[in-house]
């Protein structure tokens, strides 16, 4: 499993599994639709989507979560997009709010 801290050197991750916290943000809209529509901020990383479908524990915590500090973990994969070039994307299989020890301060 892949992981980091808020103040780990930036590396990008592999596809696969990870563990990741960051800012979880929702009702985001992309040209082309080319988005799940909800994003996870990641200090040194950068922006990854969040793919939460069919998981109904997950689409309650992100309407309860929206712009807090969140951890997520599940299953990385890059897929080429019309306008986002690049997209990754995380399926999730957990989200839960990030202790106060990984809160961005």
Do not use: H, Y
């Amino acid at each position: 499993v892949s992981s980091w801290a808020a103040d780990a050197p930036a590396a990008k991750l592999a596809p696969g599994p990870v563990a990741v916290t960051g800012k979880l943000q929702t009702g985001i809209m992309a040209i082309g639709g080319e988005t799940t529509g909800t994003t996870l901020s990641v200090s040194g990383q950068g922006t990854f989507e969040l793919d939460v479908k069919g998981n109904k524990d997950v689409e309650k915590a992100v309407a309860a979560l929206n712009g807090k500090q969140v951890k997520v973990t599940g299953t990385l994969s890059v897929k080429e997009g019309v306008e986002v070039r690049e997209r990754r994307i995380i399926k999730v299989d957990t989200l839960v709010a990030a202790p106060a020890s990984e809160e961005k301060k």
